[in-house]
């Protein structure tokens, strides 16, 4: 059986099989949330993320990141951002952190955008040209 954590208003359920999904209803009553799910295989590892990637969630996003990280045993991490609807300012620095770490990315049109801009923003800052190009995988997604 799965464990399940449940706290009113700020709902946190987790689900060892299924991820864990974050929600936060505002003062207009809408629901924002965050699903984070962890796949393992023999090879890689894929860390997706769904909804929305905004505070108060993005330090849950970067304490999961940073614990799949550690549980790596030599595979490859790849963070699923295909199902991310929104992204804030700070969501947006984790994923810098997380290139510099040389993660890899999957993405749909608005995330490969974001992807771009973030890993322009990185050579501009740190990297020498070219570290942080986007590539394509060969099922077709792009990674950077």
């Known amino acids: 059986m799965a464990d399940f954590n ?5 709902h946190v359920v987790t689900a060892r099989t299924f991820g864990t999904i ?18 393992e295989g023999p090879s890689r590892c894929r860390l997706i993320v769904e909804g929305k990637l905004i505070a108060p969630w993005v330090a ?15 595979r490859e991490l790849i963070v699923d951002l295909r199902n991310l609807t929104a992204i804030s300012s700070e969501g947006e620095n984790v994923l810098l952190q997380l290139m510099r770490k040389k993660v890899k990315f999957r993405g749909g049109v608005f995330m490969k955008e974001v992807l771009r ?24 997604s792009e990674t950077v």
Do not use: W, Y
Request: aromatic share 2%; with cysteine.
């Open 6 to 10: 449940l706290v009113l208003k700020t």
């Open 22 to 39: 974050l929600a936060l209803s505002d003062s207009q009553g809408q629901v924002h949330i965050l699903k984070i799910s962890l796949v």
């Open 60 to 74: 849950e996003f970067g304490t999961a990141c940073e614990k799949a990280i550690g549980d790596l045993h030599g």
């Open 117 to 140: 801009q973030l890993a322009r923003k990185s050579r501009t800052n740190q990297c020498p040209a070219g570290d942080d190009a986007p590539r394509e995988d060969p099922d077709g």
